[in-house]
């Protein structure tokens, strides 16, 4: 069989088993999120965190709770690094420097999972578990509570209330991404993945010597890792290491979780607002810019010009040689299109123009179909500059779902818009201009006389404010500018546009629903799904075009 069939069979298993789970999964969540009942192990729960679970709140206090919860995480998660060394099973890893620890405490509780060190030889198994563990729960279930959030704002009229973000957080933890865990785990455990809190300890004779390795809970916080879109690994390999990716079997549900709560959300936005074909609108756009960018990858990978590449028979070099070059692919155009950042290849090897498809996927926001909640509230805001853009065209004032998106709506979805350009963008431009930034960039005179350097540096922060984690490599950023100027760009990324989001929904929640007319934009039909996909790539293009001008375009056109 040859390589590119390999590939295309397993992009049509792996789009079969989402489709299968896409319904339940969604009405699945819609329940969830409806139910008027709590679980006996909830009520536990709230009565630990001293939460009233059925107070109604609007988006002002919807938005405290969750600035107030994540504050709590980064802090606890720093003094966790910082105390690592006292602390037991800590295999003998000293404490996390100050710079480290606020990037990592940023990193997971952002649900980024950027990781400036290597795992196997600086965390833990208390800090693992207890803390990097937790968080990928956790910040998956705040992401998908603040889209459920904005779903409200669209099927509610004149409350202004968004339901109650500790119900809808603890409510997304045990009802959906436990049970999906618990069962991945164990899949994972018995292909060969690691579950154990054992020690370090030899693992044989390799080229240059002796190895050494430890174990941990592998298995466990792999699954939550791509099924929450986080993406931190065990390992500084990631999802390339046997022990977190065993075969190629692995690989591919390790696919099929990062994308299947970010695609079957869709159905859950269709049921909760009442009209499923509104879901499905959005389930088409996400699918048609996934499809495009994985057929875009495919062949650029394939394609293999150049003698070296030629021989290999396709870009192999920095792909695992049980994967091939067409499972890395399908694997990088998920985790970049979703805020994951998980690997299971050398995103910086590959071709120059696959390396700006990478980058060029993250800069669309991660909505196709984006990380866990954050890829759905990201297309909200977009569907709501597109039928500002069509109201424009047709001289109508525009709607959505029944609600008017007047001037107000438009500024927050601008605002929205606005937050990670001008963090990618001017952190970037700073990197440029400094010495020690600039010392950083290992690539600096070679490939391409400095465009891959530069596309390092704006993979880096294109990564770190748009929640991806994900990383070019070849760049040190464990260095006191980058951990910190990272750590930055990843909460206001994360959090800012949260702000906006919620506003918005807070300010849709207010309206009476408009009726249907003859003249309303019917956006559940293909042509709106046709103008949301050119809206999303005009805006990103006029976005960012000149950074990619300078980074991967210019290398692969040298």
């Known amino acids: 069989m040859s390589p590119v069939l390999a590939g295309v069979l397993q992009l049509t298993a792996l789009i079969a088993a989402l489709a299968l789970a896409y319904r339940p999964l969604g009405d699945h969540m819609a329940a969830v999120y409806s139910s008027p009942r709590h679980l006996r192990v909830e009520k536990v729960l709230y009565r630990c965190i001293g939460a009233d679970p059925d107070a109604r709140m609007r988006w002002p206090a919807y938005l405290r709770a969750v600035l107030a919860f994540s504050a709590a995480g980064v802090l606890f998660l720093y003094l966790l690094q910082r105390l690592q060394g006292g602390l037991p099973l800590s295999l003998g890893f000293a404490s996390i420097s100050p710079d480290q620890a606020f990037n990592t405490a940023a990193s997971f509780v952002a649900n980024t999972n950027w990781q400036s060190y290597s795992g196997e030889q600086a965390m833990g198994h208390v800090v693992q578990t207890a803390g990097l563990a937790v968080q990928n729960f956790v910040s998956a279930a705040t992401g998908m509570a603040v889209a459920i959030a904005l779903v409200r704002g669209f099927a509610r009229s004149r409350t202004g209330e968004l339901g109650n973000f500790w119900a809808d957080l603890v409510r997304g933890t045990v009802r959906v991404l436990l049970p999906i865990a618990v069962i991945g785990a164990v899949v994972l455990v018995a292909c060969g993945a690691v579950q154990n809190f054992s020690g370090i300890h030899d693992v044989g004779q390799f080229l240059g010597g002796p190895r050494q390795t430890n174990g941990g809970a592998v298995a466990s916080q792999e699954v939550i890792k791509e099924l929450g879109t986080n993406g931190g690994g065990y390992f500084n390999a990631n999802s390339a290491h046997p022990f977190e990716n065993p075969d190629a079997f692995t690989n591919l549900f390790e696919i099929f979780l990062i994308l299947v709560i970010p695609f079957a959300l869709t159905r859950t936005f269709g049921r909760l607002v009442g009209n499923v074909r509104q879901g499905y609108a959005v389930l088409a756009t996400m699918g048609v810019i996934w499809l495009g960018f994985t057929a875009l990858m495919m062949w650029t990978e394939f394609a293999h010009g150049g003698p070296a590449l030629q021989a290999a028979g396709a870009a192999l070099e920095g792909k695992e040689t049980r994967f091939g070059v067409g499972s890395s692919a399908i694997f990088s155009v998920a985790t970049t299109l979703t805020s994951t950042g998980a690997v299971d290849s050398f995103h910086s090897s590959f071709t120059a123009f696959g390396g700006g498809l990478q980058l060029l996927g993250m800069m669309l926001g991660e909505i196709a179909p984006g990380g866990v909640g954050s890829g759905l509230y990201g297309m909200?805001?977009?569907?709501?500059?597109?039928?500002?853009?069509?109201?424009?065209?047709?001289?109508?004032?525009?709607?959505?779902?029944?609600?008017?998106?007047?001037?107000?709506?438009?500024?927050?979805?601008?605002?929205?818009?606005?937050?990670?350009?001008?963090?990618?963008?001017?952190?970037?431009?700073?990197?440029?201009?400094?010495?020690?930034?600039?010392?950083?960039?290992?690539?600096?005179?070679?490939?391409?006389?400095?465009?891959?350097?530069?596309?390092?540096?704006?993979?880096?922060?294109?990564?770190?404010?748009?929640?991806?984690?994900?990383?070019?490599?070849?760049?040190?950023?464990?260095?006191?500018?980058?951990?910190t100027t990272i750590g930055l760009a990843m909460l206001l990324g994360r959090f800012l546009p949260m702000v906006f989001v919620l506003a918005l929904a807070g300010s849709l929640a207010e309206q009476q629903p408009i009726p249907a007319t003859a003249g309303t934009l019917r956006t559940e039909k293909p042509l709106f799904a046709g103008l949301l996909v050119g809206t999303i790539l005009i805006i990103t293009g006029l976005t960012y075009f000149p950074a990619l001008a300078l980074g991967p375009l210019a290398e692969g056109l040298s």
């Open 380 to 483: 909200l805001v977009m569907a709501v500059i597109a039928v500002f853009i069509a109201g424009l065209m047709v001289g109508r004032t525009p709607e959505y779902l029944g609600k008017k998106i007047g001037t107000r709506e438009i500024k927050l979805a601008a605002c929205y818009l606005l937050v990670t350009p001008t963090l990618v963008l001017g952190f970037t431009a700073a990197s440029m201009v400094l010495p020690d930034a600039l010392g950083s960039m290992l690539n600096t005179k070679a490939l391409g006389a400095g465009s891959h350097g530069f596309s390092e540096v704006l993979y880096a922060f294109t990564s770190g404010a748009n929640n991806n984690g994900s990383a070019f490599a070849g760049l040190n950023a464990d260095t006191p500018w980058y951990n």
